[in-house]
């Protein structure tokens, strides 16, 4: 497509910036929305009725892990873009766990260039901290932020003593985003329950106690240097609870729609398959997750997208991996528990959107405005859809919530002005862009 191609979606209903519905007309030109109204009359490129159909800004998702390089059996960044694209994602941010890993410059260099060639959406990628790579952590760039394993890494990505995380917290400025577990307390417990094969035990090996602790050492580490921090898919009441207490405003948290509706008694229909780190809960803490995203103590949503196939996830437990995969699904079950009344739809947006586009301080995204960037997603809110495995775009071919009626599925999918996927098909020949994150001190 031609880089001034204009676009005219007629008669959407509108999602804008102010949380109120407009039925009326989207025009983007470029890359960029050119203008919103209730009836726009210009020539364009290409005009699609939309009438019936209902128009958000494109999800952003702030934790994936999409396994390139190194790990491509699993995901590799052009199976993961395509999955995004037909889950209405249109920018996310990557995780360092991959081979090798992403620790230094060079190796952020490396992904950014991977997804250049072959991402359909937006990208954006962590710098992983090492116990030895302070200097690294300072100065990479582009990142959206540094990634702390706290807990449930292995090798030279796990940081989980206090000794080794002050120097982090303290040096440098950027966004510090913590998987808060607590891996001496996982270690002891992976000993107490040596020998239980039922992966139902893992919630009880990493349990809520071992959150908690890595979350409290985290909030005391950020408030003695007012270091910005993130807390990545909070799991439990109890640190709903304590961020409920204590929240400084530079701190922000998330949850995945995993941890918010599935908890550990997935483990009996689902087996492995239902295991991840942090691990999912009660269905008590399914409840205080949901309060505390209503409320706003939990800020937004990501799916810690964590693919692995399926011959992995048929090992026999403690010997499989954890993690599942969640881009394709995220928004038609945050959509669909908006139509069943749980929350609203401008809420979803703006946990799924607008919000993680604030908190990464990513400009021109996460609204539908003149001057955004033309990432957008037409849903459509009046039919309900199974979860099929056999539609299933991400490469692990598995889904968690296969089986799940939902609606507000993607009916079309838009990156920087071009239309990446429609009602089934993918534009593979479209390219995202690398994003661009601020300072990282929103909220101080
Ligand atoms: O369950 C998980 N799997 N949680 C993580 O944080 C990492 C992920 C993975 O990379 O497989």
Redesign the pocket.
């Given at each position: 497509m031609p880089s001034d191609f204009c676009l005219l979606l007629r008669q959407a209903r509108i999602l804008l910036p102010s949380g109120k519905f407009l039925l009326g007309d989207v025009q983007t030109c470029g890359r960029k929305i050119s203008q919103v109204g209730p009836q726009i009359s210009t020539s364009v490129d290409m005009e699609i009725d939309a009438t019936g159909l209902t128009l958000l800004p494109g999800v952003i998702d702030p934790q994936v892990?999409f396994r390139e390089p190194g790990l491509e059996h699993k995901e590799d960044l052009f199976t993961a873009s395509c999955a995004c694209a037909k889950g209405g994602v249109t920018s996310f941010l990557e995780?360092p766990?991959t081979r090798p890993l992403t620790i230094t410059q060079e190796a952020l260099d490396d992904k950014l260039q991977r997804a250049a060639s072959k991402c359909l959406v937006n990208y954006g990628f962590f710098i992983g901290a090492t116990p030895a790579n302070l200097p690294d952590l300072r100065d990479a760039k582009p990142t959206c932020g540094i990634k702390i394993?706290m807990g449930?890494a292995h090798g030279d990505l796990l940081v989980d003593h206090e000794a080794v995380l002050e120097p982090i917290f303290a040096q440098g400025k950027r966004l510090i985003a913590v998987?808060a577990e607590d891996q001496a307390r996982i270690n002891q417990r992976r000993l107490e329950f040596a020998g239980i094969t039922d992966p139902a035990i893992h919630s009880q090996i990493q349990d809520s106690q071992a959150a908690l602790n890595a979350t409290k050492l985290a909030l005391k580490l950020s408030k003695k240097y007012q270091r910005r921090l993130h807390i990545?898919?909070l799991s439990t009441a109890e640190e709903a609870d304590l961020l409920r207490q204590d929240k400084p405003s530079w701190v922000t948290a998330e949850v995945t729609p995993q941890h918010l509706l599935l908890n550990s008694s997935a483990y009996e229909q689902m087996g492995t398959l239902a295991?991840?780190?942090?691990p999912l809960r009660a269905l008590h803490d399914n409840q205080v997750l949901w309060q505390a995203l209503l409320d706003g103590v939990i800020d937004f949503i990501a799916t810690?997208h964590?693919p692995?196939t399926l011959a992995e996830k048929g090992k026999v437990y403690p010997n499989t991996?954890?993690?599942?995969p969640g881009v394709e699904t995220s928004l038609p079950l945050m959509l669909t528990q908006a139509m069943q009344g749980r929350c609203s739809i401008a809420q979803v947006s703006n946990w799924m959107s607008t919000a993680p586009a604030k908190a990464y301080s990513i400009p021109k995204k996460g609204a539908i405005a003149p001057g955004y960037d033309a990432d957008l997603v037409l849903v459509d809110l009046e039919n309900y859809r199974p979860v099929l495995r056999e539609e299933v775009l991400s490469k692990c071919g598995w889904n968690p919530f296969e089986g799940w009626k939902l609606t507000g599925w993607p009916v079309m999918t838009i990156v920087g002005g071009q239309i990446v996927y429609e009602r089934g098909q993918l534009h593979t020949e479209v390219r995202g862009e690398a994003l661009s994150f601020g300072d990282g001190e929103i909220g101080r």
């Open positions: 892990h995780m766990n394993f449930s998987h990545l898919h295991q991840m780190n942090p810690d964590a692995h991996p954890s993690g599942m």
